[in-house]
């Protein structure tokens, strides 16, 4: 998926620091994301919440993460 818009644009809409939402793009942010900031990130790409929870548990598989 596509988005035009900056890391800071993308903070913004999620209203979170940019080094988070660096952090959240690299795969070096906490291991379990607030539901509020799932939901955020749903909205703000245009997928379910459940799409956004399906790809953090295939993320957490793949990395090893409890």
Same mark, same amino acid.
């Given at each position: 998926?596509?988005?035009?818009?900056t890391?800071?644009d993308?903070?913004?809409?999620l209203? %979170?620091?940019e080094?988070?939402?660096?952090? %959240?793009?690299?795969?070096?942010?906490?291991?379990?994301?607030?539901?509020?900031?799932?939901?955020?990130?749903?909205?703000?790409?245009? $997928?379910? $919440?459940?799409? %956004? $929870?399906?790809?953090e548990?295939?993320?957490k598989?793949?990395?090893? %993460?409890?």
């Amino acid at each position: 998926m596509k988005i035009n818009s900056t890391m800071n644009d993308m903070a913004k809409k999620l209203d %979170i620091s940019e080094s988070y939402y660096s952090l %959240i793009e690299n795969g070096d942010r906490q291991t379990d994301m607030s539901l509020s900031i799932i939901e955020k990130l749903a909205k703000a790409f245009g $997928v379910s $919440v459940q799409t %956004i $929870v399906k790809e953090e548990m295939k993320y957490k598989k793949e990395n090893q %993460i409890a």
